[in-house]
């Protein structure tokens, strides 16, 4: 299971593995545009670094 909500709804299993995947803004913008294009993605892209960057997260 992925996502933000993984650990609660797995909270009770004593059998699982607990993974975190971190890429810095650069790997994350080139891997947004290779995945949807380039059409939009900026202000997308922008969005979630500012929401990165307002949490201390580079």
Known sequence: MV???ADDVLKDRDDLL???IFADIEV???RAIS???DVG???AVAAIEAAYLSKGIN
Do not use: A, Q
Request: aromatic letters at 14%.
């Open 3 to 5: 996502g933000r909500c």
């Open 41 to 43: 993605i900026d202000g």
């Open 28 to 30: 994350r913008k080139k």
């Open 35 to 37: 995945e949807y294009g």
């Open 18 to 20: 607990k993974v975190f």
